[in-house]
């Protein structure tokens, strides 16, 4: 993760400004404002770099513009009226139409000024990190992430990984993704496709029945303006999959995160709806630019792989409640599979864009003799709703104020695959868990012959 300064926001500007505008507020400016050193040695945390003459120089140029513009609208609409007066009491005009002209053109200049200094400001603020909690560890990269706890002991502590016991079966066809669509993408077969088939079906029931989440179909195809509202634009535009279309055409989903939350965009719920549970399981498409070279072997890093999410829209103070809810189910899912893994906290240079606070899970895989991310869970506060006007009515208040956001991996199927496979398979076959035979024919063995 590279560190990001303030005088680069605005060099190699994109051109997909004009979604910022009309939507919420990326961050919270007055709470910035308020404890302006605090927040900003936060953001520096998330190896966000801004200094406080630069915030501020910038914010003062957009309010002077904005300044300058409404000053030159109360000029013009001043002698608009006098114009008016002037015409009714027949009086001459040729003095009052020549300040006029001088006035549209001071508006015009004024207009273009502002125009330019929004944008940049929009730009600056649509990149500004959610801030990190203060619970989050402190540290630079994931070597100074935080093991908060181990469940299940590692069966084997070595092993074939799973392309090395799949390679005889035939099962796991990579040759033919990639005359078909390229590199990162796999073809699965027979019983290999069964068994993954089995674990999402295994993970929508387990979540319907045993969290009480709502199963949700979704489209894959979303606006820019919902890849906004969940901070996967701007900053991550490079990591997405365009698809041409009406309107500056479609994204395809990174994860149903996008679709799921964005059900709450620009809307004013009331405070007796809350908390809501949703889930859906969706391919999910990522480019993974920069991260190649890394996992490319088998199904780990895949452009195209399938997941079942999870995700909380919750009142403020039913936060904590619900982000350790979602922590809980994702440990249940998991201990279900017999599959052995760690809860670890992310760092503060290690969170996500839009996250606050991240407890990530980790399974064991045999194959690679080490734990390996196979769930992240994310508090994000009132960071994505405000840039998607996400609201409830506060009745003590009266006010609409902004909900909270949670979301979990529940889990990566392909990743739970390879888990399965290598924590209890064999070159043969593999064994299956009991909680997921009801969903393979109430089989305990799967043969790959």
């Given at each position: 993760?590279?560190?990001?300064?303030?005088?680069?926001?605005?060099?190699?500007?994109?051109?997909?400004?004009?979604?910022?505008?009309?939507?919420?507020?990326?961050?919270?400016?007055?709470l910035l404002k308020k404890n302006k050193s605090e927040f900003l040695a936060k953001l520096a945390?998330?190896?966000?770099?801004?200094?406080?003459?630069?915030?501020?120089?910038?914010?003062?140029?957009?309010?002077?513009?904005?300044?300058?513009?409404?000053?030159?609208?109360?000029?013009?609409?001043?002698?608009?009226?006098?114009?008016?007066?002037?015409?009714?009491?027949?009086?001459?005009?040729?003095?009052?139409?020549?300040?006029?002209?001088?006035?549209?053109?001071?508006?015009?200049?004024?207009?273009?000024?502002?125009?330019?200094?929004?944008?940049?400001?929009?730009?600056?603020?649509?990149?500004?990190?959610?801030?990190?909690?203060?619970?989050?560890?402190?540290?630079?990269?994931?070597?100074?992430?935080?093991?908060?706890?181990?469940?299940?002991?590692?069966?084997?502590?070595?092993?074939?990984?799973?392309?090395?016991?799949?390679?005889?079966?035939?099962?796991?066809?990579?040759?033919?993704?990639?005359?078909?669509?390229?590199?990162?993408?796999?073809?699965?077969?027979?019983?290999?496709?069964?068994?993954?088939?089995?674990?999402?079906?295994?993970?929508?029931?387990?979540?319907?029945?045993?969290?009480?989440?709502?199963?949700?179909?979704?489209?894959?195809?979303?606006?820019?303006?919902?890849?906004?509202?969940?901070?996967?634009?701007?900053?991550?535009?490079?990591?997405?999959?365009?698809?041409?279309?009406?309107?500056?055409?479609?994204?395809?989903?990174?994860?149903?995160?996008?679709?799921?939350?964005?059900?709450f965009a620009d809307q004013i719920r009331k405070a007796e709806e809350f908390p809501v549970r949703?889930?859906?399981?969706?391919?999910?498409?990522?480019?993974?630019?920069?991260?190649?070279?890394?996992?490319?072997?088998?199904?780990?890093?895949?452009?195209?792989?399938?997941?079942?999410?999870?995700?909380?829209?919750?009142?403020?103070?039913?936060?904590?409640?619900?982000?350790?809810?979602?922590?809980?189910?994702?440990?249940?899912l998991l201990t279900a599979l017999e599959l052995p893994h760690q809860q670890v906290a992310l760092?503060?240079?290690?969170?996500?864009?839009?996250?606050?606070?991240?407890?990530?899970?980790?399974?064991?895989?045999?194959?690679?003799?080490?734990?390996?991310?196979?769930?992240?869970?994310?508090?994000?506060?009132?960071?994505?709703?405000?840039?998607?006007?996400?609201?409830?009515?506060?009745?003590?208040?009266?006010?609409?104020?902004?909900?909270?956001?949670?979301?979990?991996?529940?889990?990566?199927?392909?990743?739970?695959?390879?888990?399965?496979?290598?924590?209890?398979?064999?070159?043969?076959?593999?064994?299956?868990?009991?909680?997921?035979?009801?969903?393979?024919?109430?089989?305990?063995?799967?043969?790959?012959?």
């Open positions: 993760m590279r560190y990001i300064t303030h005088q680069q926001l605005w060099h190699n500007k994109p051109t997909y400004i004009q979604y910022v505008h009309g939507y919420g507020s990326m961050i919270d400016i007055k945390l998330k190896r966000f770099i801004c200094s406080e003459s630069e915030f501020d120089a910038l914010e003062q140029e957009f309010h002077s513009a904005k300044v300058a513009l409404e000053e030159s609208f109360a000029r013009r609409n001043a002698l608009s009226a006098q114009f008016g007066k002037a015409m009714a009491q027949k009086s001459s005009t040729e003095q009052l139409s020549q300040e006029i002209e001088e006035c549209k053109k001071v508006v015009a200049n004024a207009q273009a000024r502002f125009d330019n200094v929004e944008e940049r400001w929009n730009h600056f603020c649509s990149l500004i990190p959610n801030c990190p909690d203060d619970t989050v560890p402190v540290g630079a990269s994931e070597t100074d992430n935080v093991v908060i706890k181990k469940v299940g002991e590692p069966a084997r502590l070595t092993g074939l990984d799973h392309t090395e016991l799949l390679a005889k079966s035939g099962l796991l066809m990579t040759d033919a993704a990639a005359a078909l669509s390229g590199a990162r993408f796999n073809v699965l077969k027979g019983p290999l496709a069964k068994l993954h088939r089995a674990l999402i079906q295994f993970m929508l029931a387990f979540n319907g029945e045993h969290g009480g989440y709502q199963e949700y179909y979704v489209p894959y195809l979303v606006r820019k303006s919902a890849m906004f509202g969940t901070g996967q634009l701007p900053k991550f535009h490079d990591d997405l999959f365009h698809v041409d279309g009406d309107n500056g055409g479609y994204y395809l989903i990174p994860t149903a995160e996008v679709p799921l939350t964005n059900l949703l889930m859906a399981h969706t391919p999910c498409f990522r480019a993974e630019a920069g991260s190649y070279g890394k996992d490319l072997k088998g199904i780990f890093r895949q452009h195209q792989f399938e997941k079942v999410e999870l995700v909380h829209c919750v009142l403020p103070d039913q936060a904590e409640q619900e982000f350790q809810s979602l922590v809980n189910q994702v440990t249940k760092c503060a240079g290690d969170l996500g864009f839009s996250s606050q606070r991240t407890i990530d899970f980790e399974v064991w895989m045999p194959g690679q003799q080490r734990y390996r991310e196979i769930s992240s869970c994310s508090y994000f506060g009132d960071f994505q709703a405000r840039r998607m006007k996400a609201r409830y009515k506060n009745m003590q208040t009266g006010q609409n104020e902004f909900i909270h956001t949670i979301n979990g991996s529940g889990i990566a199927v392909g990743r739970a695959l390879i888990a399965l496979i290598e924590n209890h398979g064999t070159e043969e076959g593999c064994a299956i868990p009991k909680a997921l035979q009801p969903f393979c024919n109430n089989q305990s063995w799967i043969s790959w012959a």
